[in-house]
């Protein structure tokens, strides 16, 4: 049997999910745990365009997973598009329904938007104001943002608002881009692990 500590070294699987380094799986884990048990909206946020998609991707998947879940995309990538269509959603409400309690018996709706640069703080805040202040639209939002000059300091997983979390994919270190691709070497996923750590992996 495979355990905890042998993740870390045995072959990548057909399947299995990639990640720079085990705690980004627990941190993913915890994710959907305050999206689907908590409401709790995200701010994605990774150093480059691939690795961005790359870590949306498994949160997205297991979001969908969820039959209380439906997930919505908007292109072009501009959090204007993402507040006119929470706006479009907010009319359809009374002021009291938007600011009232969550109905457990209507299925959430997931505003996806990536955002191919960091939000300005005040767009931070509006959307941030949103989620907190409008429970009833049962509506959350999952932003990715590139941001490649991120402070190395941040935290990973960070608690932003009442109802935002902000989560921040940091690089690899050397030793586990090496980890990484001994685990995929020869392997299927060979191809796609060295994609991934040529856009991410430092030099």
């Known amino acids: ?31 959907i745990q305050a999206m689907v048990h908590e409401g709790m909206s995200l701010i994605l946020s990774a150093p480059d365009h691939v690795t961005a998609e790359h ?10 997973a ?3 879940m439906r997930i919505e995309v908007y ?9 006119e269509r929470f706006n479009r959603i907010l009319t359809t409400l009374s002021m009291d329904e938007a600011m009232g309690q969550r109905n457990p018996e209507t299925p959430v709706r997931v505003l996806l938007l990536s955002h191919d640069e960091p939000i300005s703080p005040s767009e931070s805040r509006l959307l941030n104001r949103l989620v907190n202040n ?22 990973s997983l960070d608690i932003v608002g ?5 989560w921040t994919i940091n690089l690899p270190t050397l030793d586990e881009a090496e980890r990484l691709l001994a685990r995929a070497r020869g392997t299927t996923r060979e191809h796609e692990v060295l ?5 991410a992996a430092p030099d």
């Open 75 to 83: 292109s072009p990538t501009t959090t204007e598009g993402l507040l």
């Open 162 to 166: 009442q109802r935002l979390l902000r």
């Open 55 to 64: 870590y949306s991707k498994l949160i997205v998947n297991h979001l969908r």
């Open 195 to 199: 994609e991934l750590l040529q856009h």
């Open 1 to 31: 049997m495979t355990t905890t500590d042998d993740i870390g070294t045995a072959r990548l699987q057909p399947f299995e999910e990639i990640f720079f380094r085990l705690e980004d799986r627990a941190l993913r884990d915890s994710v």
């Open 134 to 155: 409008f429970p009833g639209a049962n509506t959350q939002l999952v932003l990715v943002q590139t941001a490649p000059n991120e402070d190395p300091e941040t935290k």
């Open 66 to 68: 969820n039959a209380g």
